[in-house]
């Protein structure tokens, strides 16, 4: 059973389009955060959320925590062939340090 | 500043072997961690250090596997003996604090066992 459930699994749009992935859960989290992950490196911090709605920008992408801490959002505008890449969401409690990973989501933009 | 370094990046091993996997994490950071992604699955948390104490275990499959962090400074992750499910990709990550401190992940260590 997955604690964190990511979709789409798979993306592949065009230059310019703006696309939205999602993270979902039936556990409430402490915390948030996504990351990106390129072929043969680890996975790279992007963002934490931590109020419940809070929302962070980071240049062109946009990160959303639900109102119940259960689920976030990474909305994308105007995609580049720089953001290919593996995005994934993970969650944190409080009482813990390990992270828990989504599935992820494999994001291709095409020229 | 030297990210999280990992060695191999890459071990093939016939099932039954040993195999020892090495992590360096950042200097200076206290904690260290053990993920792996297996085939098709999400990157799951196996256990985690604070200096050479184990803190958190609870994700270690079972007892084929061995940490160990003598000194808090660089860990070790040895399977003995390998079997065909533990294929995957090994990650290490290390932080300075605990709760929500950025970990720092590591390049990964591809383990195949044919």
């Known amino acids: 059973t997955q604690l964190l459930e990511q979709s789409p699994q798979f993306l592949s749009i065009q230059e310019g389009e703006n696309l939205t992935v999602y993270c979902n859960s039936s556990?409430?989290?402490?915390?948030l955060q996504w990351y990106r992950q390129e072929p043969g490196e680890g996975p790279v911090l992007l963002v934490t959320v931590v109020t419940g709605g809070e929302v962070k920008k980071l240049k062109r992408l946009t990160f959303q925590f639900g109102d119940a801490r259960k689920d976030s959002s990474l909305h994308i505008t105007a995609a580049q062939p720089g953001d290919t890449g593996l995005y994934l969401c993970a969650g944190l409690y409080s009482s813990a340090s390990k992270i828990i990973f989504g599935s992820g989501t494999r994001l291709s933009i095409r020229p | 500043e030297a990210g999280v370094t990992q060695f191999p990046s890459h071990s093939v091993i016939e099932k039954g072997q040993t195999v020892t996997l090495r992590c360096d994490p950042i200097s200076g950071h206290d904690n260290l961690y053990w993920y792996r992604r297996v085939m098709g699955k999400e990157i799951k948390f196996l256990l985690h250090f604070v200096k050479e104490s184990k803190q958190d275990e609870s994700g270690m499959p079972n007892n084929r596997f061995l940490a160990e962090r003598t000194g808090g400074t660089y860990s070790t992750l040895k399977v003995q003996p390998a079997e065909l499910e533990d294929s995957g990709v090994y990650f290490c990550?290390?932080?300075?604090?605990?709760?929500?401190?950025?970990?720092?992940f590591g390049p990964g260590t591809r383990l195949t066992v044919t």
């Open positions: 556990s409430v989290f402490s915390s």
């Open positions: 990550a290390s932080s300075q604090d605990q709760g929500g401190d950025e970990q720092y």
